[in-house]
């Protein structure tokens, strides 16, 4: 299914006009903000620009899905639609995620990202194209560090203007601490878990997997953002907690879902190879129904097959159908089902207005049935 519901404006649609307004002051924002950045990397010398250049080309694609909702938490606390808190605020969010991004594909070794080289692949080629000295590959991980380095630093700076424009909630403050700690602490669990993952028995691998996901991706992409807006706007606490309620559930299917495509999604719509997730050896919720409910021959076939970086397509094709003979694809399908009905229930029952439930609802239907 198309993300159409995360971008589209329609005339007959107030959400999504008042989405559409909300995109463009965000790009907006974040242009200006970039180009301030990048005249004080001039300063210093034009021979470091390139490092913002490729944290200006990673930070202006996406679906822009965290900063959305941190619009939407805002709104629905009575927030006005015109708001400068929520842009300022929306730009802090989408440079951590383009900080997340890029240390993510280090770690994992990924060359791509959104179909284009990741950032550490796009240095290490201008290693190769200019024919510069000693290691390529190790310089272009070297420059993606520091620019996943930068990013973190103007996220920093783009969230403390939001409080030096006037004296926001410091309730948002601490829920943007909690995000940046908890998304720390959660990508270490993964990495964690895949060398000591095979250690461990079967059964606890969905227990171990399912509080990977939770801290790594869940509550930093759907819950923490939701909350800083509401938070922004002074939303009280019974909302803050309705909208974790909603909003955490929605996290764990969105990054459930991101689990099934790491398997099985179409490298032309994800922007990655297939089975990219097979040959990182991602422990995944996916992985470990699979490990726990396969039979011996299947658990001896994934295990050895995980984390191998020259699986083939035939490979992958088989570790699919191994996986999906297992009952754990069938099993993830129904638990990311069961966490978007709980949302969505919540959601019929939020205390907001009618246009923030369209919109919430519109991007909590793109997330749970994406394909890339």
Known sequence: ???????????????????????????????????????????????????????????????????????????????????????????????????????????????????????????????????????????????????????????????????????????????????????????????????????HEPERAVVRARNILRYKSAKYSIEHPLAIGGALAGASEELLASYSEFSLPLGEAFQLRDDVLGVFGDPALTGKPAGDDLREGKRTVLIAYALSSGSAAARQEITAALGRPDLDDDAVASLRGVIADSGALATTEALIAEHTEQAFNTLAKLAVDETTRSALGSLAHAAVTRTA
């Open 1 to 199: 299914m198309s993300q159409a519901p995360v971008n589209a404006a329609s005339d007959a649609d107030p959400a999504a006009r008042e989405q559409a307004s909300y995109r463009a002051r965000l790009s907006s924002d974040l242009e200006d903000f970039l180009g301030r950045q990048r005249e004080v990397l001039l300063e210093v010398s034009e021979e470091s620009v390139p490092l913002l250049s490729a944290v200006h080309a990673l930070a202006q694609g996406g679906k822009r899905l965290r900063a959305l909702l941190n619009y939407w938490g805002w709104r629905g606390a009575g927030g006005e639609a015109h708001g400068l808190a929520p842009v300022r605020a929306g730009v802090a969010l989408e440079l951590f995620q383009s900080a997340a991004l890029i240390h993510d594909d280090i770690i994992d070794r990924s060359d791509t990202r959104r179909g284009a080289p990741s950032v550490h692949r796009h240095f290490s080629n201008r290693h190769a194209e200019a024919a510069w000295f000693l290691d390529g590959t190790h310089f272009g991980s070297s420059a993606a560090i520091l620019a996943g380095d930068l990013c973190l630093s103007l996220s920093e700076e783009a969230f403390t203007s939001v409080g030096a424009r006037a004296g926001y909630d410091t309730r948002a403050r601490a829920v943007f601490n909690r995000m940046r700690t908890e998304v720390m602490a959660g990508q270490y669990l993964d990495i964690l878990e895949e060398v000591v993952g095979p250690g």
